[in-house]
């Protein structure tokens, strides 16, 4: 007896290697078939494995990220030692001068030389930095030619500092109108959407002020990084106004909305599938309780919420500016990791000098 004829079905090539074999098992029956094995057939192909195949899942991916802010102050003790000879080499007289006209920034050459070399130690796939200088800044700046100041040795075509700090195989992005916050990218970790791979993007961190603007230029600003395997990262650069007058705590929380919730277009910075937000919050949301700027952030961050703290937070995290309080921060929704912050406990510091308020905080990341 010879099979019946059934209807010629169009099986996609891809899906041929499983069907013939199903095929031949329905024509070898040995009572006649009836129409419905092709209908079987057909609504298989829609439903078999041998389909298109969904593409097989990522591997976990692991990579360091930092933040720093790099910039000085005059209310350290700056003299300790220098009666005795046992001082660092930066004196109080030298922390008056970065603050007036250096913006308190990273000005000081050795601090400068002391960072690179910690940097080109640690090379983190991700660096976002706080009041680091700008070098045009310089054109403007009196010479202070018996300093060992970044003015120094300056001319116009000289690599800026985010350029000098992270050195070559990253791109260089800073904010739009706070040309001290700038980030660094490694090349081989991902590529800057509208930055070239290994250049600088002045305005590559894109943001504005709050709406009601109590700022000047994108303190909280955002980049989007895309991987060679199809990840992509939002990230997130912070940098709080400083200060605890009811302008400034509530300029700050201005500013933490746009994050969390509103950048001012109706989006949150933060909008990406998988977001980094890093930087100095200038506010500590566990021991500045009654801050509104502060308390903002623990409605946002936190156990039950959807962005957690990657770096330490509370009363037992390390503290990160002068010795009391933890307002520097990673965060994220979907990375996890473990931390440390050089100079506390056992981490040796980035320099054995009195010369930053901040330290960083180095993070050791997961995506999953």
């Not at 200038?282 to 409605?299: E, K, L, Y």
Request: hydrophobic share 35%.
């Amino acid at each position: 007896m010879h099979p019946p004829t059934l209807p010629r079905l169009k099986v996609p090539l891809g899906a041929r290697r499983c069907v013939r074999p199903l095929a031949r098992r329905l024509y070898r029956a040995e009572r006649p078939l009836r129409p419905w094995p092709a209908l079987l057939l057909s609504s298989l192909l829609g439903a078999t494995a041998c389909g298109p195949r969904a593409p097989a899942p990522l591997a976990p991916l692991d990579f360091t990220a930092l933040t720093f802010n790099a910039g000085t102050t005059p209310g350290l003790d700056h003299d300790r030692g220098e009666a005795t000879g046992e001082g660092d080499g930066y004196t109080q007289a030298m922390a008056d001068i970065a603050d007036a006209y250096y913006e308190n920034s990273l000005s000081w050459n050795p601090a400068e030389a002391a960072l690179t070399a910690f940097l080109a130690e640690k090379r983190p796939a991700i660096a976002a930095f706080q009041e680091i200088f700008h070098d045009p800044w310089c054109e403007e700046i009196p010479a202070h030619p018996d300093l060992d100041f970044v003015c120094k040795d300056y001319t116009p075509d000289r690599p800026w500092q985010i350029q000098r700090l992270l050195g070559e195989g990253y791109t260089y992005l800073c904010a739009v109108g706070q040309p001290d916050n700038c980030a660094g990218v490694r090349t081989d970790f991902g590529t800057v959407r509208g930055c070239a791979p290994g250049t600088l993007c002045p305005e590559g961190l894109q943001g504005h002020p709050p709406p009601d603007g109590c700022s000047r230029g994108a303190r909280m600003s955002k980049a989007v990084v895309d991987r060679a395997d199809g990840r992509t990262l939002t990230l997130v650069v912070v940098h709080g106004t400083s200060g605890f007058s009811e302008e400034d705590m509530a300029c700050r929380r201005a500013q933490f909305e746009q994050v969390f919730v509103d950048a001012g277009d109706g989006r949150p910075l933060a909008d990406g599938e998988v977001n980094l937000i890093l930087g100095d919050f200038n506010t500590d949301p566990i021991r500045m309780a009654g801050d509104p700027s502060a308390d903002f952030v623990a409605d946002h961050v936190g156990p039950g919420r959807r962005f957690h703290f990657v770096s330490p937070a509370g009363r037992e995290a390390p503290a990160t500016y002068a010795g009391i309080a933890t307002i520097d921060y990673l965060i994220s929704d979907r990375l996890e990791g473990s931390c440390i912050v050089p100079g506390v406990g056992e981490e040796p510091p980035v320099m054995d000098a009195i010369y930053w308020d901040h330290l960083p905080v180095l993070c050791q990341l997961r995506w999953r």
